[in-house]
């Protein structure tokens, strides 16, 4: 699960009945929590995954204090290889910074495919590779898996899942519930690398940018982050999907807090100002793939934000703003402008597919 | 971003914002409308509302293609898309504006009609140049800057022999918009609002010029400063407006000059007059039937339009009765005062075409001005 809990909004039920799932189900907005809310919440409900993170950490029965952290991610990105990575690689980052985002050290994946009868051999080998290569470079194997034909025409080239797990030290507790008023929100680098690098790379839009996806694997940042900031580093979490945006405000809604960031202080990269531009979109509904937001107590905000920038991935870590008290939860900007604005989760088709 | 960034500049805004304050008559109270959704998304975009004093009031207009198709064309195109032999292909803001009975294009996607999002007219001709067998519909919006691209359109496919492409015409004139609304008090067909001066269209004025807005200024005694789509450029357009007020002064002017000139594109006005001709009247939601303020191909390109090909037959339909996009749409409410908005009513599960496209009125003060609501509202509480 990928999603937080909703939005607490007055809204009607989805139409289990005689409706269908549609593409806005996916996107990673509202529709898509709603989704999750009201079919598998329902259906599956439990401490742990009612907690609403990306990840869930449960404790190991039979170790005293053991505790560990598991979490899932599919792929169905297309194109599949693209400036800055391919499937493969994005398989690999994805999960492995769910489980780091929680806090842990990941320790192993978990792989399964399912592959279109017709997809080339030598495509499937790149990915493999690929995915081979990035399990090694973060030193998280890929120890177990599952491969899965179907008909032509029943799948799209190739889906990848991939599951992780990793171990909690003691003592670290992150949770998407924990950011308080007064807390400052930390963001790890520029954001829309990985959306426009997909969007770029997609032959009818026909534009070209110089941008590459920023999918790699956040582990290491985010050990430094738990090391330098011990209790006072609250949550963690990967803006994907829905951007910045829609990380923020699912921050806000668990938390029952509100978050105001400022326009200016968001790092974002010409060229992917350009681009979101041309094609109407946020910057801020746009996905990354190796980027991170954390909460931070004010106290720790400096020395959480020096160990981002000592980290290669963490560079131009900035503070973007903080927790604010709101029953409303909503999620504002001070815009560069000086005036105020919402920011909200995505609505509407963003491009289908892209991660 | 060059060529952008120049007019998003906060020290220059805050400059503006500084004079239309001190050049403000407090014992006035200033309302302009911004007819086009462009502009009102720049304002909640960018909290422009934050730098203008209380007694400047912006109304938003009716300038957003998607949410003055009234729901009977929508419901037509759902109709057309679930044709098997039929692909439609569409502009996203359209898939999730509410036909009848919450239908709409996403869902009848979801439901397997072949609909497909593009980006341009353009798209739309590949995808019928790369599926003979396909019937594709192009679904042809808006104001008169999205209509010379429908018309090339219509050209290409007859130069390129194509005879599997139509378009399904749905272009509305600017000027008939901004007349009926400055008529509502003399036909009484529209609640009457009271208007000091119009943020005129920008991409719509470097297609048509400014001159079709001196008949407004002869008229009706209105003030029209065409503006450019930008922040700066709402706020400097703002401040030319609030000086015709003070000065007694009734003009066009023409704050966009750098893409805007007095006789507007000719070539692209050729070739829309080439290809359409007006049609004798057509609905808008809010706004009614208004007459010639609408266009259809013209008999030399019959072959093209997908209303001939498929005998396709208009369907009547009426909105929500709740829904209040038709007042909404002409500036006699504003989205919070509609008791949908926020609670059954989102841009997730709009249930009228305001809350669909960024445009959309009720769709920006949702996405960026919404949590003003409650110190507006308590600012009301306190007043009574």
Same mark, same amino acid.
């Given at each position: 699960m990928s999603e937080t809990r909703e939005p607490r909004l007055r809204r009607r039920r989805m139409d289990v009945k005689s409706g269908r799932v549609d593409l806005s189900h996916g996107a990673g907005g509202r529709a898509s929590a709603q989704l999750i809310d009201e079919i598998f919440r329902d259906a599956f409900s439990n401490a742990w995954l009612d907690q609403g993170n990306d990840q869930a950490a449960f404790d190991v029965p039979l170790v005293p204090g053991g505790r560990m952290v598991m979490a899932t991610d599919a792929h169905v990105i297309t194109p599949l290889f693209f400036p800055g990575g391919d499937i493969g690689s994005l398989a690999v980052h994805g999960t492995i910074n769910d489980v780091a985002v929680g806090g842990a050290v990941p320790l192993h994946l978990a792989v399964s495919f399912i592959v279109e009868e017709g997809f080339p051999l030598a495509d499937l080998k790149r990915i493999a590779d690929s995915m081979g290569r990035a399990s090694r470079e973060a030193g998280v194997p890929i120890v177990t898996g599952d491969t899965k034909v179907v008909e032509r025409g029943k799948a799209d080239g190739v889906?990848?899942?991939?599951?992780?797990?990793?171990?909690?030290?003691?003592?670290?507790?992150?949770?998407?519930?924990?950011?308080?008023?007064?807390?400052?929100?930390?963001?790890?680098?520029?954001?829309?690398?990985?959306?426009?690098?997909?969007?770029?790379?997609?032959?009818?839009?026909?534009?070209?940018?110089?941008?590459?996806?920023?999918?790699?694997a956040l582990h290491r940042l985010t050990a430094a982050m738990v090391a330098a900031g011990g209790t006072g580093l609250k949550l963690m979490r990967d803006p994907t999907r829905g951007g910045l945006a829609a990380t923020l405000n699912e921050i806000a809604t668990q938390s029952r807090v509100g978050i105001r960031i400022a326009e200016e202080a968001l790092p974002i990269k010409a060229q992917v100002v350009a681009a979101c531009e041309l094609l109407g979109l946020d910057p801020l509904n746009v996905?990354?793939?190796?980027?991170?937001?954390?909460?931070?107590?004010?106290?720790?905000?400096?020395?959480?934000?020096?160990?981002?920038?000592?980290?290669?991935?963490?560079?131009?870590?900035?503070a973007i703003g903080e927790v604010i008290e709101d029953d409303r939860s909503f999620v504002q900007m001070t815009t560069s402008f000086g005036g105020g604005r919402i920011v909200d989760w995505l609505t509407g088709e963003q491009l289908p597919r892209i991660c | 971003m060059k060529h952008v960034d120049e007019y998003r500049d906060g020290k220059l805004a805050r400059a503006i914002a500084a004079t239309i304050a001190a050049e403000a008559d407090p014992t006035r109270d200033y309302a302009f409308m911004e007819f086009c959704g462009g502009h009102t998304h720049a304002i909640s975009r960018y909290g422009l509302e934050d730098l203008l004093p209380a007694n400047v009031r912006m109304i938003h207009g009716p300038g957003c293609p998607v949410?003055?198709?009234?729901?009977?064309?929508?419901?037509?195109?759902?109709?057309l898309a679930k044709n098997p032999d039929v692909t439609l292909a569409t502009y996203a803001?359209?898939?999730?504006?509410?036909?009848?009975?919450?239908?709409?294009?996403?869902?009848?996607?979801? $439901?397997?009609?072949?609909?497909?999002?593009?980006?341009? #007219?353009?798209?739309?001709? +590949?995808? *019928?140049?790369?599926?003979? %067998?396909?019937?594709?519909?192009?679904?042809?919006?808006?104001?008169?800057?999205?209509?010379?691209?429908?018309?090339?359109?219509v050209k290409l496919a007859e130069a390129r022999g194509l005879t599997n492409f139509s378009i399904f015409c749905n272009h509305v004139l600017t000027p008939s918009a901004i007349r009926a609304i400055l008529e509502a008090p003399k036909t009484g067909g529209l609640p009457p609002v009271r208007i000091q001066g119009f943020l005129g269209p920008s991409h719509v004025s470097a297609i048509i010029g400014t001159k079709p807005y001196d008949t407004f200024v002869a008229e009706f005694a209105q003030r029209i400063?065409?503006?450019?789509?930008?922040?700066?450029?709402?706020?400097?357009?703002?401040?030319?407006?609030?000086?015709?007020?003070?000065?007694?002064?009734? $003009?066009?002017?023409?704050?966009?000059?750098?893409?805007? #000139?007095?006789?507007?594109? +000719?070539? *692209?006005?050729?070739?829309? %007059?080439?290809?359409?001709?007006l049609r004798d009247s057509f609905e808008w939601r809010g706004l009614g039937a208004i007459p010639h303020s609408a266009l259809r191909l013209r008999e030399r390109y019959a072959t093209f339009d997908a209303e001939r090909r498929f005998a396709m037959t208009p369907i009547v339909a009426s909105d929500n009765p709740a829904c209040e996009c038709g007042t909404i749409l002409i500036g006699a409410k504003q989205p919070a005062d509609c008791r949908l908005f926020g609670t059954v009513c989102t841009p997730e599960t709009p249930m009228g075409s305001c809350m669909v496209s960024s445009e959309g009125a009720c769709a920006a003060h949702w996405t960026y001005g919404r949590f003003r609501d409650r110190a507006r509202a308590s600012a009301g509480r306190a007043a009574s």
């Open positions: 889906f990848i899942t991939t599951t992780g797990i990793g171990v909690l030290a003691p003592g670290v507790e992150l949770s998407g519930d924990r950011a308080r008023p007064g807390d400052v929100v930390l963001l790890s680098g520029s954001i829309g690398d990985h959306g426009v690098a997909i969007m770029a790379s997609r032959e009818n839009l026909g534009f070209e940018t110089a941008i590459v996806s920023d999918s790699a996905a990354n793939e190796g980027k991170l937001v954390a909460v931070v107590e004010a106290g720790a905000a400096e020395a959480v934000l020096a160990a981002m920038r000592a980290d290669p991935l963490g560079r131009e870590a900035v | 949410c003055v198709l009234p729901i009977g064309r929508v419901d037509e195109a759902i109709e803001d359209l898939m999730r504006v509410p036909g009848s009975r919450g239908a709409s294009l996403i869902k009848a996607k979801a $439901a397997g009609a072949d609909i497909r999002m593009v980006y341009s #007219t353009l798209d739309a001709i +590949r995808i *019928a140049e790369e599926r003979p %067998d396909r019937q594709v519909v192009f679904f042809a919006i808006g104001f008169e800057t999205t209509t010379p691209p429908s018309a090339m359109a400063v065409v503006s450019g789509f930008e922040p700066l450029d709402v706020m400097q357009s703002i401040l030319m407006l609030l000086r015709q007020v003070n000065e007694g002064r009734t $003009a066009v002017e023409n704050q966009y000059i750098r893409a805007v #000139t007095p006789e507007g594109n +000719r070539a *692209a006005q050729a070739l829309v %007059d080439e290809v359409f001709e």
